[in-house]
């Protein structure tokens, strides 16, 4: 009988444990994050002590995702403001005390470890919008637009004096998306392009050397081979030399040989072409095409504005974070510093990732609890 008993107690635990878990959004997230670790074992030296670190990390994001997940969509709406504030505030923090490495002014040192702002931001900007917009339903103008536009403004702006231009053209797009999703008109869009392409030459004046550089290397990399140019060269001769079918796990030469920088990061990808070829990257992209899909079905059933329009936001960063990735060591794109989701070496990209999935799972499972 006791056996009995401590079964059904087991038993109702696991219920509590997964009743908020979407377990098809779940499944191919931990597909991809399996991936993840065997391609960051290859691209770290098979070094034991960074899969460790990630694990670690790891452990933390699927204790985050769970918590939010299990906070409904309205309690996420009250947190938002105060979100909001506190990344601004911590960017802020960056700018004047923040940790340099490598150049960049990034991190807060919290003494047992060290925080990203920016990835934080990822979450809380739209959370931020989604909240004003609700707010505003029925009755939103273009002066709520123009208000959103400088909600976005004021962290993109810190994040690029970090200097993190790649993050905080995917902040502007976080937050594009929102606008997007809550009614902007194609008018105003095309106009708003218009605009940016006028502008071009004061944005060009902006940005550092080395950010022009990477740009005209993207539009023609044999001008600098061997300095801005080096990083999507040999990207691509990586990618090139896995063929159909790859050089195996372990096997690839230009992880290994060192000719691929910042391979465990932002360059994972071509580890992982290099190694499992053209059929290992197709089988990437579908699991990611898969899982931008089931995203997109809980934002379709949403019951509220709020909860529409931040999986939406989720949704979209999901599919513009990989394909920006995988663009720029492709050769397609410029090089940004953008990780690939669930995959590249980095503690607060995987915490704030499944933050976004516990969102997602928050809205799927609580879509009938709510009110529309």
């Known amino acids: 009988m006791a056996g009995i008993r401590i079964g059904d107690a087991l038993a109702r635990l696991w219920e509590v444990v997964v009743r908020r878990v979407d377990r098809p959004l779940f499944a191919i997230a931990m597909a991809i994050v399996g991936v993840g670790f065997v391609t960051l074992f290859s691209a770290a030296d098979q070094s034991v002590a960074r899969l460790t670190n990630q694990a670690v990390s790891l452990g933390i994001a699927l204790a985050a995702m769970w918590l939010i997940a299990n906070v409904p969509p309205q309690t996420l709406s009250r947190i938002a403001l105060p979100l909001y504030l506190a990344g601004v505030v911590m960017l802020v923090g960056v700018a004047l005390f923040g940790v340099v490495v490598n150049g960049s002014r990034r991190w807060l040192d919290l003494g047992v470890v060290r925080f990203q702002p920016s990835e934080l931001m990822k979450i809380a900007l739209p959370l931020m919008l989604a909240w004003y917009f609700q707010k505003r339903e029925g009755r939103i103008g273009w002066a709520d637009f123009v208000l959103a536009a400088l909600l976005i403004a004021v962290p993109a702006w810190l994040v690029k004096r970090q200097p993190d231009l790649g993050t ?23 106009g708003l392009a218009a605009v940016g392409a006028a502008a071009g030459p004061l944005m060009w004046a902006q940005l550092h050397d080395y950010q022009r550089q990477r740009i005209l290397t993207f539009i023609d990399p044999s001008t600098d081979p061997l300095g801005a140019g080096y990083h999507t060269t040999q990207a691509s001769i990586a990618i090139g030399s896995g063929g159909v079918v790859g050089k195996g796990w372990l096997n690839g030469t230009q992880a290994h040989l060192d000719f691929l920088p910042e391979k465990h990061t932002d360059f994972i990808f071509a580890v992982f072409g290099e190694e499992f ?31 529409r329009l931040i999986a939406g936001a989720v949704t979209l960063m999901l599919f513009t974070y990989a394909f920006v990735n995988m663009g720029m060591v492709s050769g397609i794109l410029p090089v940004v510093g953008v990780p690939l989701p669930f995959v590249s070496y980095g503690g607060t990209a995987m915490v704030s990732l499944f933050i976004g999935i516990g969102i997602l799972m928050s809205v799927q499972a609580h879509r009938k609890l709510v009110t529309s």
């Open 168 to 190: 905080g053209l995917l902040l502007t797009a976080s937050g594009f998306y929102v606008l997007f999703l809550a009614g902007l008109s194609w008018k105003v869009i095309v």
């Open 277 to 307: 070829g053209l059929i290992g990257n197709v089988l990437l992209v579908i699991l990611y095409l898969v899982l931008i899909a089931r995203a997109m079905m809980i934002a379709s059933n949403a019951s509220t504005l709020f909860a």
